[in-house]
């Protein structure tokens, strides 16, 4: 059997506002739209991965939270109701999805054998996060690929930046090991926004772009600063300012998502694909890819 | 029983066990006995509401109200999923939600109902209804813990709430569910082998406990910043249940407090306490910090009692 393989990483913001904002069939609210520079990057996205050649989707989110070490999806089928505890007046999606258990367990034992904490979910009653759904609707609408969802172990908080950052690049090498032992080709999903400043108030109609800006310029600042890194392949250089960037900007890079795909593909030294970046409700949002083919890599913006 | 607007106040633990696993240790067992004095107290009360601030429950948009008259759905912790599921069944005060956010939004606030099917209720809420309430003999509503609100902004929304019973004339058992030290192990464990995660976080707890059991409710509302940096994992900006439930109770030093139960629960303080408004205690206890609305002038505090 050939090793296994990823064939894309993609940092994929999760506001369930660009769902929202799709209309889908599965999601209740209806919109007048919304967030374009978002979505049509996520259609670009999609697009490619249509064209692409794997076999299952494995998503680290932070909307899945574990104090008590890091947790895996466990059972084939998940389908239930997610509504957003946060912002259910836009999502209240119905989800069906399969998952790889047989790969969930191998990333779940490497990890646990490299000295991680770790746990199978294995509760046929548990609700998939809102940021898992989000993201991979936005990338693969058919959800005709099986999934895995990896939770988010809060170690920043519980012990520090360095802390999180060394764990996320562990788990991320246990999975990448996993993937290589699995002989399947895999596309990873960090599932997160980068600067995380929410306002505290919506607009009556929440699709209203003329009230969209991102909280503040420094918000912005930072997020450029960190894009032109992904741009340059500086990705090394990215994770060494991140304690900063993320204290700065609260970002959502504190769950850990980007710094273990990082860890999983090695940390890239080429450049990341951009797909867009636009604010949500003030937090800044980018979709990027690293796509390690070097003839499979683009210029999309 | 009485004529008080808040019949007492409950502070209750947010973890699960208690209510799946009561057996697995002996400290649970004596949360979840302590849970149901409380239920029988409840029952014997006068209250017409029981009003939950969960600390699991975080808000960004305001803050939000529970409405859903028949809030019903299997929930799954995220950390304690092994445990079990949580099925659950609340009866929620659509109304008086709603007049809650009338009366936070005519004091600035900003805030909604919510009332969307299969609305994922949090642990925390649901292991205190479920142990309180179980039969939903009284209506309810929670109200979210909004991420980014601090002092200010927290009291006045227990002001707000408190403003909806006056006006409504509703009695009420304030619930508010949060740990006291909230650091857990963060490794699996052996139910058993359960305790205080440090010296430091019991020592902490026991000192807050001393304050519960003085009914000194204003006083630790006014230590929430250093209680805070002392037993709290930073993971959100402020510890704001004291603030909440000393605002919504009527911001004094004047209740009998009972410390029913104290336990870890995985590493984290646990705690179930009652808070009864008394007019037996006054004249041996101040408070400093001013109110946050506007200077009133001296405040007279050791004359003030319960009132509402």
């Known amino acids: ?301 | 029983m009485s004529d008080e607007i808040i019949q007492f106040g409950l502070y209750v633990p947010p973890h699960p066990h208690p209510l799946l696993a009561p057996d697995a240790n002996p400290g649970y067992k004596r949360l979840r006995e302590a849970y149901d004095q409380c239920k029988d107290r409840i029952e014997k009360s006068d209250a017409d509401i029981i009003i939950v601030y969960s600390t699991t429950w975080p808000s960004i948009i305001g803050h939000q109200f529970q409405a859903n008259p028949n809030s019903e759905w299997v929930h799954v912790d995220d950390d304690f999923h092994y445990m079990g599921s949580m099925p659950y069944s609340f009866t929620m005060d659509s109304e008086f939600a709603a007049r809650c956010v009338e009366k936070a939004e005519s004091r600035g606030l900003q805030a909604r109902t919510v009332n969307y099917d299969a609305f994922p209720i949090d642990t925390g809420s649901i292991t205190a209804l479920s142990l309180l309430n179980p039969d939903n003999r009284i209506p309810s509503t929670i109200v979210s813990s909004n991420m980014y609100a601090n002092r200010s902004e927290t009291i006045v929304l227990g002001k707000s709430i408190r403003d909806a019973l006056i006006e409504t004339g509703k009695k009420a058992v304030v619930v508010v569910v949060s740990s006291l030290s909230n650091r857990m192990f963060t490794e699996p464990i052996d139910p058993i082998d359960d305790r205080i995660h440090s010296q430091k976080d019991d020592d902490w707890n026991r000192k807050i406990l001393e304050f519960f059991e003085g009914g000194r409710l204003e006083d630790l509302s006014q230590l929430s910043r250093e209680i805070h940096g002392q037993i709290r994992v930073q993971k959100v900006v402020a510890y704001k249940p004291a603030w909440w439930m000393a605002s919504t109770m009527g911001q004094h030093n004047n209740y009998t407090g009972e410390v029913l139960a104290y336990e870890a629960l995985h590493g984290s303080g646990g705690a179930v306490i009652q808070l009864t408004p008394s007019h037996g205690s006054m004249g041996d206890k101040e408070f400093d910090e001013d109110d946050v609305e506007y200077y009133h002038g001296d405040r007279d505090v050791l004359d003030k009692g319960g009132t509402p």
């Open chain 1, 1 to 301: 059997m050939p090793k296994g393989k990823i064939v894309l990483g993609t940092l994929a913001p999760h506001p369930p506002h660009v769902v929202y904002a799709e209309n889908p069939e599965q999601n209740e609210p209806i919109s007048e739209g919304g967030w374009e520079t978002l979505r049509w990057g996520y259609n670009r996205l999609a697009r490619k991965l249509e064209k692409i050649d794997y076999d299952v989707m494995v998503v680290f989110t932070p909307h899945w939270q574990t104090y008590i070490g890091t947790h895996f999806l466990g059972l084939p089928r998940f389908a239930s109701k997610s509504v957003d505890p946060i912002f259910p007046n836009i999502f209240r999606y119905s989800y069906d999805l399969k998952v790889d258990v047989e790969l969930s367990e191998l990333m779940c034992k490497k990890a646990s054998e490299s000295g991680l904490i770790t746990r199978m979910m294995t509760n046929p009653d548990f609700r998939v996060d809102y940021g898992t759904i989000t993201s991979c609707h936005m990338l693969n609408p058919k959800w005709d690929k099986p999934i895995i969802t990896i939770s988010s172990n809060r170690s920043t908080h519980y012990y520090s930046p360095e802390v999180m950052i060394e764990q996320a690049l562990a788990l991320g090498k246990a999975c990448s090991e996993a993937i290589e032992e699995s002989g399947k080709k895999v596309v990873l999903v960090s599932s997160h926004s980068l600067s995380h400043r929410h306002f505290v108030t919506e607009s009556p109609l929440p699709e209203d772009m003329s009230r969209e800006r991102i909280y503040n310029h420094s918000q912005y600042v930072w997020d450029m600063a960190l894009i032109d890194l992904f741009r340059e392949g500086k990705m090394r250089e990215a994770i060494d300012i991140m304690p900063e960037f993320t204290e700065q900007t609260i970002a959502e890079t504190e769950g850990g998502g980007l710094i273990w795909m990082m860890g999983a593909m090695g940390m890239p030294d080429y450049p990341a694909e951009i797909y867009g970046y636009q604010s949500v409700i003030g937090t800044g949002n980018c979709i990027a890819a690293w796509v390690p083919e070097a003839n499979k890599r683009e210029i999309v913006l």
